[in-house]
């Protein structure tokens, strides 16, 4: 018999949750091309994507904003489905520069649909984020409450979903799955994939990673004055790799035409407090911090009803508080300074300039 051959377009795929993604995919016999422009990422991590599944992917260094080339790009390789993670994702910075967001994010999905829908490829992920619920009126966070994003950021997320119920409304050969992403942390069990933030980590995880391995001196907690057991705030923390798997489980899951929206949380809530004794616990080592000021626009507790997920796309996440702090501690220490080349380019080296010793083709 024939083997239907699936190709899958991951864009944003060099990038922290793309690439555990990519290792999903082709974990699961999928082929995978990936579109990244690297302006948040290091294509070294696409090179141990591949050496980790022992297989290759075709890698493409593109924007997605930019039209024919995507469009070439769908046909040249046979893609049959997209998972679209690319975008910029730094909620402070999206108050600064709220165009550039509105432009990466949202023009540029537009512009991937557009090409998407001349290849007649109909298939669509979409990477969205617990961010469009703004502050719980209620917990945990189902699918149906009110959503009302605080920052420009979390618009891009919100104006997409809405542009793409557009999309199905007027077209109703389309797959559609939004998928709302609660907090992700942690790495590969392999250590050799993980997070790699350019400059000082906006996020809890990489900025105690950090200090545990002696990057910075200590961890700024915003706030402890809280309405919670211990007066820090609560978040719903997911191991990539199962967020990962969830876009296997909607890709599957997305076989009749449709909008799926759905959460990939946990529905479980750990403290700030809890996760630094976590990472202390695990990685022995000691993670110094002092109380700050709350951080603005920060609420004080999220976390996700996953029930819907478990439902619709038969996923549920299986990996514990204990284990997103191991797995993001192997990938510290085997990487303390990131990806080779990450520093480089902190520091505004063209990244032309790197020895390249990456094996994909591009
Ligand atoms: P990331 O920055 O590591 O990955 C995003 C990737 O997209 C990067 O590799 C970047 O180079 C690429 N990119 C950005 N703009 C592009 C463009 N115009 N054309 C081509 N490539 C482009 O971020 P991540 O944490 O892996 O997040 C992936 C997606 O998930 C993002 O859309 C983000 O908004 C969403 N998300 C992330 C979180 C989180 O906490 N990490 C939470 C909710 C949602
Ligand atoms: N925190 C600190 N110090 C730090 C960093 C974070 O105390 O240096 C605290 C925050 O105040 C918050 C918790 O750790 O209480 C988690 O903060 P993160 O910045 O790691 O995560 P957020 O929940 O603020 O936001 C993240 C992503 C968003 C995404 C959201 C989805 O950054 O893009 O999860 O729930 F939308």
């Known amino acids: 018999m024939r083997k239907v051959s699936k190709t899958i377009l991951v864009t944003g795929g060099a990038g922290y949750i793309g690439s555990h993604v990519c290792i999903a995919l082709l974990d699961a016999g999928l082929d995978v091309v990936v579109v990244d422009n690297l302006s948040n990422s290091n294509k070294a991590s696409l090179e141990r994507v591949q050496s980790i599944c022992g297989r290759s992917l075709v890698f493409r260094h593109a924007d997605i904003r930019n039209e024919e080339v995507i469009y070439d790009i769908l046909r040249a390789c046979g893609v049959t489905a997209v998972i679209h993670l690319a975008g910029l994702k730094?909620?402070?910075?999206?108050?600064?520069?709220?165009?550039?967001?509105?432009?990466?994010?949202?023009?540029?999905?537009?512009?991937?649909?557009?090409?998407?829908?001349?290849?007649?490829?109909?298939?669509?992920?979409?990477?969205?984020?617990?961010?469009?619920?703004?502050?719980?009126?209620y917990l945990p966070l189902d699918e149906k409450h009110p959503l009302g994003p605080t920052n420009p950021y979390g618009r891009t997320k919100l104006f997409i979903e809405e542009m793409l119920k557009d999309l199905y409304r007027s077209d109703d050969d389309w797959r559609i799955g939004n998928l709302r992403y609660f907090n992700p942390v942690g790495a590969h069990e392999s250590g050799?994939?993980?997070?790699?933030?350019?400059?000082?980590?906006?996020?809890?995880?990489?900025?105690?990673?950090q200090v545990a391995i002696g990057r910075r001196e200590k961890l700024l907690i915003w706030g402890n004055d809280y309405d919670?057991?211990?007066?820090?705030?609560?978040?719903?923390?997911?191991?990539?790799?199962?967020?990962?798997?969830?876009?296997?489980?909607?890709?599957?899951?997305?076989r009749q035409p449709g909008v799926l929206t759905v959460n990939l949380g946990t529905g479980n809530g750990s403290s700030v407090l809890e996760v630094i004794r976590t990472f202390e616990a695990v990685s022995g080592r000691s993670v110094p911090y002092?109380?700050?000021?709350?951080?603005?626009?920060?609420?004080?507790?999220?976390?996700?009803d996953p029930t819907l997920a478990k439902q619709a796309l038969c996923w549920k996440s299986t990996?514990?508080?204990?284990?997103?702090?191991?797995d993001h501690w192997r990938?510290?220490?085997?990487?303390?300074?990131?990806?080779p080349g990450t520093?480089?380019?902190?520091?505004?080296?063209?990244?032309?300039?790197?020895?390249?010793?990456?094996s994909v083709r591009s």
């Open 331 to 339: 990938w510290q220490l085997q990487n303390p300074n990131g990806y």
């Open 319 to 326: 990996r514990s508080l204990k284990q997103m702090c191991a």
């Open 192 to 209: 050799l994939v993980g997070e790699d933030p350019l400059g000082v980590p906006n996020n809890l995880l990489p900025f105690v990673a």
């Open 90 to 137: 730094a909620v402070g910075d999206s108050n600064v520069r709220p165009m550039t967001y509105y432009e990466n994010n949202v023009l540029g999905t537009m512009r991937l649909v557009s090409a998407m829908k001349r290849a007649k490829v109909k298939t669509l992920v979409f990477s969205s984020s617990a961010t469009v619920y703004g502050i719980p009126r």
């Open 290 to 304: 002092e109380i700050g000021a709350r951080r603005a626009g920060d609420v004080a507790i999220c976390y996700a």
């Open 228 to 254: 919670t057991p211990d007066g820090t705030g609560i978040r719903d923390f997911i191991h990539v790799v199962d967020l990962a798997s969830g876009h296997l489980s909607a890709l599957r899951h997305l």
């Open 343 to 358: 520093e480089l380019k902190v520091r505004g080296v063209v990244q032309a300039c790197l020895p390249s010793r990456l």
